[in-house]
C-alpha cells in the first residue's frame, strides 16, 4: 500500500509564529517547502533557522509556487486579508493567523472568497487542542457540569509592562484598532464559546491604556479590557484581558460554575483541570483512563508525559491537515470562527467607546 502523500506547504513570516508554525507542520507530517518574509534577507535568514529548502524573496513567490498546497500566514495582524486573499486565489489552502483581520468586513469577505474557491481555510484558536480543554468541552456537552451559571475568565500577560516595551501590535495600522483584546481577547473568547457550545449575544466593555506613549509615538491601543456579558444560554460572566500584569505570562484561566460542578482550565497548567464540587473536589489529570474519547485524541504521550503549547499547536495543524485530506474532524476552527472573532473584537471596541451594552 503506498502513503498518502505529504501535504506541501510554505511560511509566509519568520518570527515567533513562523518558528512554532514550521515545528507544528514537521510535527504533522508536511513537507517544507518555502519560506517568505518581508524580506529576502529576513526569508534567507528563516530559511537557514527553520532548514527550510527554499527561501523566495517575495510572498508572491511562495503563494504562486506549483509545489505548494497550503499557506501558513504567520506575519503581522494588518498583512493577512491580503496575504489569505493571493493564497485563496492561487487555489491554496490557508492557514491564517489570527485575528483573521482587522475588520469584520475583510474577514467576512475572506470567509466567502474560501467558500467559494473550496479550500479549507482555517485560523489557529490553538488552546482548543489541550486535550484537557477538549475534556471540559466533552463535560459541559454531556451534561456532567449540569446547566451552566457563569464563567470568569482572564488572559495575562506581562511582556508589555513598561512604557519602553514596544512592538508592531501597538500600532494600530499594523495591529489593528484593539490590541491586547484582539491579540488575547480572541483566544479566550473563542475558547469559551468552544468549551460551552454557546455565545456571547451582548456584552458590556471598558478599555485602559496605561502608558500614554510607547517608542516616542503615541498609544492607541488598549493595555487592559474588561467586558462583561450574557450568552444565548443565559450564561453570564467577566473576562479581564491584560498585557500589563506583572508576573502573568501567558494566564489563559477559565473558571466555569455549572449546577453539578465548576471546571477550571489553566493554560500554563494544562496537565489538569480542577473540578470544584459542594462535596469531593478534585484534579482531574489528563489520563485515558478517566478522559473523553476527543481527550484522548489529542493526547499523543501517555498520562505523566508532560503536553503544552507546542503539542496543542501539533494537534491543531495535524487536524487542518487531516481536514485537507477530507476527513471529518470536530473542532477546527475555520475562517468562519476568525469571522466571529472580529466581529466580538468590533463589539468591545464599539462598547468602550460608547460606554453601551453591544449586541452581537
Ligand atoms: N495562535 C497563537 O497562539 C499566536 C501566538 C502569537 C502570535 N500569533 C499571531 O501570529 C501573527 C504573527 O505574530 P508573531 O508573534 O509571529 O510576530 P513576529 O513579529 O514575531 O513575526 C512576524 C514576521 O512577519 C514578517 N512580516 C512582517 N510583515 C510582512 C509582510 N508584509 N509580508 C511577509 N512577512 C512579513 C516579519 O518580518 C516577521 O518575520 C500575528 O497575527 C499574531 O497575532 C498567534
Known sequence: MAQTPALRVGIIGGGFMGRVHTQ???????NLVAVASSSADGAKRAAEALNIPTWYATVDELINDPQIDLVHICTPNATHAALAHKAIAAGKHVICEKPLAVSSAESGALVEAAAAAGVVASVPFIYRFHPLAREARARIADGTTGRIFSVRGSYLQDWLLESVDDNWRVSSAAGGASRAFADIGSHLVDLMEFMLNDRIVSLNAVTNIVHAERGGKKVETEDEAVLIFKSAAGVIGTLMVSQVAPGRKNRLLLDIAGQAESIEFNQEHPETIWVGRREGSILLPRDDSQNSPEANRLSTVPSGHPMGYVDAFAGYVRD??????????????????????????????ESAKTGAWVNL
Open 24 to 30: 507544528a507542520a514537521r510535527s504533522a507530517g508536511a
Open 320 to 349: 487542518v491537515y487531516a481536514t485537507v485530506r477530507g476527513e471529518a474532524i470536530d473542532g477546527v476552527p475555520m475562517f468562519a470562527d476568525g469571522h466571529r472573532s472580529s466581529k466580538v473584537i468590533e463589539a468591545v471596541i
